[in-house]
């Protein structure tokens, strides 16, 4: 997911332990200097002040949440929320709890409230109904807030019957899966006036990250998700729907094959997929090459892995997996205000060797893979995972990875101390960046193999 070079989950080998990931942007051949993080606003040990200031079962539930859960009473998660027109969402979710008098009807109760979350954040952003608060339609923030304070109210919920570790995990999974879109990315059968099957086309995106940079972080790809669910297109090859999903920044989600979950229905019956993140400054990037390699850049909950991906029937894992989107076709187009490069750098340890090299033209036979085109962190783990399922389906489509660039505050904004949480620039760079990669999937779905 790497989603930024300087800023995304996709570090590159080489980057200091406390660096923020970058797509494959290294300062060796890299395009962008390296962005060190900052010390965080507070000690996440220690609950903040509106935490302590509560009763004591508060602070004890306090002492149970995760890392992600734990940053959402600072300032401005709370501002999003508030102007983003979600800050009841939570309340009004722990009250449905709070009526739930048996694990079934929690279970109905999670499922029905997260898909309620999901549909509102996109009715938002593509239009429909009253805007509630000032932020702009387009924000992905307010979604990913509010399903933080969900899952708050669920880790912390005691119901009045007995509810086994286990059993809350599980309905954490169900509110996790509805409230991003992975369990709802059905295609109808659609045809046009003279027959023709409607194509499908997958799109991913990401939660914001490093957000003890920048708490006000906010991630184009996610917006892309939220603006292009549901949605028809017109290509050159007719029309075409979208069904869309955001995935977490977290390791232990890849792992546990969120991935593979989420995308195996919707791939076997595809013509197109696209996983998305942030990626470097100031340009797109399409991803040629994946590598099965975790860098170790830590995640939303601070939590560092390295090593091989893990994924299902290891034997037969490939180092290497390959986009097929029609790269070179969409970096000839005109698709908007920023330029296109098809990226076939990699990081690899070759065939009998022991030291990483970089190689700008993709890996060589028998190599073992340090980092894809993508970096070493979860934008590229997404891509190889999809990529992976692609292959393993037996499925003859296109598909890849898209870095968008990199979200920037505007002007006089770029300090989270003193900053606002959002600026005119900052938002015109969003809608633009989410336009580009509407255009660029238009062009990939219309263009001949």
């Known amino acids: 997911m790497n989603l930024i070079r300087p800023l995304g989950p996709n570090p590159a080998r080489g980057i200091p332990e406390r660096r923020i990931p970058e797509r494959r942007l290294r300062v060796r051949p890299g395009p962008v200097a ?209 069904e869309t999903a955001v995935f977490p920044v977290r390791w232990r989600d890849f792992a546990d094959g969120t991935v593979e979950q989420t995308l195996r229905g919707p791939l076997s019956g595809a013509d197109l997929f696209a996983t998305v993140s942030q990626g470097g400054p100031g340009r797109f990037d399409i991803e040629r090459f994946n590598g099965a390699w975790r860098g170790g850049f830590e995640d939303n909950d ?32 005109d698709t908007g205000r920023f330029p296109v490069h098809v990226n076939t750098s990699v990081t690899e340890i070759p065939a009998g060797g022991t030291a990483p090299v970089d190689r700008p033209d993709g890996p060589t036979p028998g190599s073992t893979a340090r980092a894809g085109g993508g970096g070493d962190y979860l934008s590229n783990e997404i891509a190889y995972r999809a990529t992976l399922l692609r292959d393993r389906l037996g499925r003859d489509i296109p598909g890849g990875h898209v870095h968008t660039p990199v979200l920037e505050f505007g002007a006089g904004n770029t300090d989270p101390a003193t900053g606002t949480v959002s600026d005119p620039e900052f938002v015109q760079n969003r809608l633009d960046i989410v336009a580009q990669v509407r255009k660029i999937i238009t062009v990939a779905a219309g263009a001949k193999r």
């Open 34 to 242: 390296l962005v060190l993080l900052t010390a965080t606003a507070f000690s996440l040990a220690t609950p903040p002040p509106s935490a302590t200031a509560q009763p004591a079962r508060s602070a004890r539930a306090f002492a149970t949440f995760t890392v992600e859960e734990r940053r959402l009473d600072r300032a401005a998660p709370q501002e999003i929320l508030r102007r983003g027109g979600f800050a009841a969402v939570a309340p009004e979710f722990a009250r449905s709890l709070g009526a739930a008098g048996s694990y079934a009807e929690a279970g109905r109760a999670v499922v029905r409230e997260g898909a309620r979350l999901w549909q509102r954040a996109v009715d938002r952003a593509q239009g429909r109904g009253a805007v509630q608060g000032d932020l702009s339609r387009d924000d992905d923030r307010p979604l990913y807030w509010a399903r933080i304070g969900m899952t708050r109210e669920l880790r912390s919920w005691q119901p009045g019957f007995a509810l086994s570790d286990a059993a809350r995990a599980a309905l954490l999974g169900k509110l996790e899966r509805s409230s991003r879109g992975q369990d709802s990315m059905a295609f109808p059968s659609e045809t046009t006036a003279d027959g023709k099957r409607v194509k499908r086309i997958v799109v991913t995106g990401f939660d914001p990250f490093t957000l003890d940079r920048d708490i006000r972080i906010s991630n184009p790809s996610g917006a892309v998700a939220l603006a292009l669910d549901g949605t028809l297109i017109n290509t050159a090859d007719g029309p075409a729907r979208i």
């Open 302 to 333: 601070n939590v560092s892995e390295t090593g091989t991906i893990p994924v299902t029937d290891p034997a037969s894992q490939p180092q290497w997996t390959a986009s097929t989107l029609p790269y070179r076709a969409i970096e000839a187009a």
